[in-house]
């Protein structure tokens, strides 16, 4: 796509992160747009502006709340067209962009490099573009992979191979996005007792999760296996290791919270993939073996906590990230014992890191407790727990749900795709879209103590 001068004149007005947002706006605009198309949808299916937004907002930060149901409202075409824009937010409108810069010809220009490295949490601009490529080959190889297997597999549920494999095409897709969308009527619910089903989404939820940093690197020390020299970064080891920490330890105070009242009456597997699954999915799934509004109260607001962690950094998930969540931890323990600093994994953690990693907690805990008073306000026929779960869901992008989503008034959608938009782009995104550039400072004060605590 070429841009004019007058574009680009507008666009050095714009810091790099609001040119981000920017776009993603555009793309969530232009998404509505496109799911309101009558073509797209089952006869009879009509799907007002609001609900169209708000399909396109969770679709775009892969949320996968929704108001309407998908399978009821959209035809084969809508699905695909849905699979389109979830691509855009699961993968990132920047690697998407770089590879259609690409295809017809563009340079990758400084200012689109910032746009990327900011789009993927990047540091540097060493090797964007060929990152870029490397996580969309990535992922739409894991994409594939993922449909074949269940489409083949889903030739045991559906009556012909062309709807078998439609389903698992966009089942793979959802996975692997964390996109939390479904096409089945009713999540993964009738695959409740499919544990191939189950496993091979987990799969895919965990990939799409965990990091695209982290799959780089391990897809580079499988390369490079024979080479004995090879280290890890430590976001890689910090962000595995908080990752699957929470997973597992989300499947046992699942299993040990539910022993006595959801589990009471299930067999020991089914027990194990019920706690896994949900387990997994609050990492920024979003799908869902059962209804989870099942679970007692102590549950729900664990896996509200979870769901607030969200997933790992530079990956489809929203939420404070599992990295933050961990600097946190480790700053609170380091200094119980003394510590002035964070050493873990042969590696010191910058002190700029812990303070950034305070100000999201900070940040991210303000904005979910205010639109949760808010929501409390504008729907007060719903239960607080509800309100909570949906809150936290939105902002970490998950997709879990009570059940509340297509009842909420007007005023209440809006409040909930404000925080799927937020969680999709970052707490710092959303700091930096009122901020200007980084003012140099010339002079300094004298310091002084403050009492704390």
């Not at 009509?46 to 035809?75: Q, R």
């Not at 904005?367 to 949906?390: K, Q």
């Not at 869901?393 to 937020?422: E, P, Q, R, Y």
């Given at each position: 796509?070429?841009?004019?001068?007058?574009?680009?004149?507008?666009?050095?007005?714009?810091?790099?992160?609001?040119?981000?947002?920017?776009?993603?706006?555009?793309?969530?605009?232009?998404?509505?747009?496109?799911?309101?198309?009558?073509?797209?949808?089952?006869?009879?299916?009509?799907?007002?502006?609001?609900?169209?937004?708000?399909?396109?907002?969770?679709?775009?930060?892969?949320?996968?709340?929704?108001?309407?149901?998908?399978?009821?409202?959209?035809?084969?075409?809508?699905?695909?067209?849905?699979?389109?824009?979830?691509?855009?937010?699961?993968?990132?409108?920047?690697?998407?962009?770089?590879?259609?810069?690409?295809?017809?010809?563009?340079?990758?220009?400084?200012?689109?490099?910032?746009?990327?490295?900011?789009?993927?949490?990047?540091?540097?601009?060493?090797?964007?573009?060929?990152?870029?490529?490397?996580?969309?080959?990535?992922?739409?190889?894991?994409?594939?992979?993922?449909?074949?297997?269940?489409?083949?597999?889903?030739?045991?549920?559906?009556?012909?191979?062309?709807?078998?494999?439609?389903?698992?095409?966009?089942?793979?897709?959802?996975?692997?996005?964390?996109?939390?969308?479904?096409?089945?009527?009713?999540?993964?619910?009738?695959?409740?007792?499919?544990?191939?089903?189950?496993?091979?989404?987990?799969?895919?939820?965990?990939?799409?999760?965990?990091?695209?940093?982290?799959?780089?690197?391990?897809?580079?020390?499988?390369?490079?296996?024979?080479?004995?020299?090879?280290?890890?970064?430590?976001?890689?080891?910090?962000?595995?290791?908080?990752?699957?920490?929470?997973?597992?330890?989300?499947?046992?105070?699942?299993?040990?919270?539910?022993?006595?009242?959801?589990?009471?009456?299930?067999?020991?597997?089914?027990?194990?993939?019920?706690?896994?699954?949900?387990?997994?999915?609050?990492?920024?799934?979003?799908?869902?073996?059962?209804?989870?509004?099942?679970?007692?109260?102590?549950?729900?607001?664990?896996?509200?906590?979870?769901?607030?962690?969200?997933?790992?950094?530079?990956?489809?998930?929203?939420?404070?990230?599992?990295?933050?969540?961990?600097?946190?931890?480790?700053?609170?323990?380091?200094?119980?014992?003394?510590?002035?600093?964070?050493?873990?994994?042969?590696?010191?953690?910058?002190?700029?890191?812990?303070?950034?990693?305070?100000?999201?907690?900070?940040?991210?805990?303000?904005?979910?407790?205010?639109?949760?008073?808010?929501?409390?306000?504008?729907?007060?026929?719903?239960?607080?727990?509800?309100?909570?779960?949906?809150?936290?869901?939105?902002?970490?992008?998950?997709?879990?749900?009570?059940?509340?989503?297509?009842?909420?008034?007007?005023?209440?959608?809006?409040?909930?795709?404000?925080?799927?938009?937020?969680?999709?782009?970052?707490?710092?995104?959303?700091?930096?879209?009122?901020?200007?550039?980084?003012?140099?400072?010339?002079?300094k004060y004298p310091k002084e103590n403050v009492i704390i605590g």
């Amino acid at each position: 796509m070429l841009r004019t001068s007058k574009t680009e004149k507008q666009e050095k007005k714009l810091t790099s992160v609001q040119l981000i947002v920017l776009f993603y706006l555009s793309a969530v605009l232009f998404s509505a747009l496109l799911l309101i198309l009558p073509f797209i949808h089952k006869n009879g299916m009509n799907l007002s502006f609001i609900d169209a937004l708000f399909t396109a907002v969770s679709a775009i930060s892969v949320t996968g709340l929704t108001v309407v149901s998908t399978a009821e409202t959209f035809n084969t075409a809508g699905y695909f067209v849905l699979a389109f824009i979830l691509q855009f937010g699961g993968i990132g409108i920047m690697t998407l962009g770089t590879f259609l810069w690409l295809l017809f010809g563009k340079q990758i220009g400084l200012k689109d490099r910032q746009l990327i490295m900011i789009d993927q949490n990047r540091s540097t601009f060493s090797g964007l573009v060929l990152l870029m490529k490397r996580i969309l080959t990535l992922i739409i190889t894991i994409e594939i992979i993922g449909g074949i297997i269940l489409g083949v597999h889903f030739l045991n549920y559906f009556p012909s191979w062309e709807e078998a494999f439609v389903q698992g095409f966009f089942a793979s897709v959802s996975a692997t996005t964390n996109a939390g969308f479904d096409i089945t009527g009713g999540s993964l619910v009738p695959f409740a007792q499919d544990y191939f089903v189950q496993t091979v989404n987990m799969i895919l939820l965990i990939l799409g999760a965990v990091g695209f940093p982290v799959l780089l690197e391990v897809m580079d020390f499988l390369k490079n296996r024979k080479n004995e020299t090879y280290r890890f970064t430590l976001y890689t080891k910090l962000t595995t290791v908080t990752f699957f920490s929470l997973l597992i330890l989300g499947a046992l105070l699942i299993f040990l919270l539910e022993f006595n009242h959801f589990f009471k009456d299930k067999t020991w597997h089914e027990t194990l993939f019920y706690s896994l699954f949900q387990s997994v999915t609050t990492r920024n799934g979003g799908l869902a073996t059962m209804d989870v509004s099942e679970f007692t109260a102590p549950t729900l607001l664990i896996l509200s906590g979870l769901m607030f962690v969200g997933a790992s950094p530079s990956s489809v998930g929203g939420g404070i990230r599992t990295t933050t969540f961990a600097i946190m931890i480790l700053s609170i323990i380091f200094y119980a014992k003394g510590r002035n600093s964070i050493k873990i994994f042969g590696r010191e953690v910058d002190p700029v890191d812990v303070q950034r990693s305070f100000i999201v907690i900070t940040t991210a805990s303000l904005l979910c407790g205010s639109s949760i008073v808010l929501l409390t306000i504008l729907e007060p026929a719903m239960s607080i727990l509800s309100i909570v779960f949906e809150v936290t869901s939105a902002f970490g992008t998950t997709g879990l749900s009570m059940g509340i989503t297509a009842d909420l008034s007007t005023a209440g959608k809006v409040v909930i795709i404000a925080l799927m938009f937020i969680g999709r782009i970052g707490i710092f995104s959303f700091l930096f879209i009122i901020r200007g550039n980084v003012v140099s400072e010339h002079f300094k004060y004298p310091k002084e103590n403050v009492i704390i605590g």
